[in-house]
């Protein structure tokens, strides 16, 4: 990477201008649904700072979306830099700007992220460094589950606020995650005919419901023994897991439900109708077996993804990182599923989720180092300028 380049971008980053930017974005509640307020103050900072924004409604009437169209003219990739604007449903925590951090509502995940990325356009608009190809900007509501159902980033992607390739500034710094599982939640519910009954009172060939849980909770251990076999040198392996079973009011009634719930979480982008096959399939010869009827929900937070190690996103990455830090981010997976895999499965375009060491994200604890959020301003604007820099005809 130009070394005058970085030291441009570097210098021409206003950290005070950052900081507000990020204050004005938490100070106004969000929680998931209820973004409407935070979305008119992110579009009313961008106008202000002379930027054309439109506010995609975007099957979400409550709080239209703000994207942003910065383009240099010359013919380029569009790079785009995506955050959700929504907070988990917790007590609303204010703004505070001591001891180098910020804290409050959403400045983890991921207020902080988008104001480094607005800073980032800013600097790129400013020092003209940005001279072929453009930026989009897009913010949104209806992340956090399961208040949300993503639908307004769905409709985005479906209306065509795309770019080439897509960076999200979540909280993950660490690593550079090239790939990263699926993962769908599910609750069964087995339910037999008849009511609550005296265990001795039983009519004979009463199913057994509780036992078919316990049962259930045997196969998918044995699942995911099978399963820790598909595996991929940097999500991991697939999985299944069982984190809650219920049933049952007191030690001699036989009761008429049972629910387990758990993940089943993947590593190979595609596959989800054959993960919700075989899960039915499993569940349907239980219910054969036990006599029990057999019903479930099978929720997809998103699908696997993966980006390939040439893809010039991860590039113009590295050489960004390696301006700015002086080091090369090792490669690794991405923890969580985040609106990334949504762009990947439904865009079909490389994302890259990368943001500041923040941590407390989905607690009253949310912090972020300012140094960190000057980092990833710096790291946005000079990704876009590697990224970018190439006729749209060669990636
Ligand atoms: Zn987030």
Redesign the pocket.
């Known amino acids: 990477m130009d070394k005058g380049v970085v030291q441009q971008i570097r210098l021409a980053i206003d950290e005070q201008r950052l900081v507000d930017t990020a204050i004005k974005l938490i100070e106004i509640p969000s929680p998931t649904r209820s973004a409407g307020a935070v979305a008119d103050r992110l579009a009313q900072i961008l106008s202000e700072d002379g930027f054309v924004v439109e506010r995609p409604i975007a099957d979400w009437p409550d709080a239209p979306a703000v994207a942003v169209r910065f383009d240099t003219g010359s013919a380029g990739r569009v790079l785009q830099f995506d ?2 604007l929504d907070t988990v449903h917790l007590p609303f925590v204010p703004p505070r700007h001591e001891n180098g951090c910020l804290y409050g509502s959403g400045s983890s ?2 207020k902080g992220g988008i104001a480094a990325f607005v800073e980032a356009l800013r600097v790129l608009r400013d020092t003209e460094t940005l001279r072929q190809g453009g930026i989009l900007i897009t913010a949104h509501d209806h ?2 589950g399961p208040w949300g159902d993503r639908r307004q980033l769905y409709a985005l992607i479906g209306e065509g606020y795309v770019g080439d390739a897509v960076m999200l500034p ?2 993950l710094a660490d690593c550079l995650p090239v790939a990263g599982r699926g993962m769908g939640i599910f609750e069964v519910r087995i339910c037999r005919d008849g009511t609550q009954v005296h265990e001795v009172f039983r009519p004979e060939g009463t199913p057994d419901v509780l036992g078919t849980g316990a049962q259930l909770v045997v196969e998918c251990q044995q699942l995911a023994t099978r399963l820790a076999q598909i595996t991929h040198p940097y999500a991991g392996s697939d999985s299944a897991f069982v984190g809650r079973i219920q049933s049952g009011e007191i030690y001699n009634q036989s009761p008429t439900e049972c629910v387990v719930a758990g993940t089943r979480r993947w590593v190979t982008p595609g596959t989800i109708e054959e993960v919700e096959t075989e899960f039915a399939g499993l569940l349907d010869r239980l219910a054969q077996r036990t006599g029990t009827l057999i019903e479930h929900d099978f929720e997809v937070q998103g699908d696997a993804f993966r980006i390939k190690l040439d893809d010039p996103l991860i590039g113009a990455f590295q050489s960004a990182y390696g301006g700015c830090t002086g080091a090369v981010l090792p490669l690794g997976s991405k923890p969580f599923v ?1 609106d990334g895999n949504s762009f990947s499965r439904l865009a079909g375009i490389s994302a890259l989720t990368h943001g500041p060491a923040a941590t407390g ?1 989905h607690t009253l604890n949310e912090e972020v180092p300012v140094a960190e959020l000057v980092r990833v301003a710096q790291v946005y604007a000079l990704t876009a300028i590697g990224y970018c820099h190439h006729s749209a005809g060669t990636k």
């Open positions: 955050g959700h995940d991921m992340h956090e979540e909280y985040d994200a």
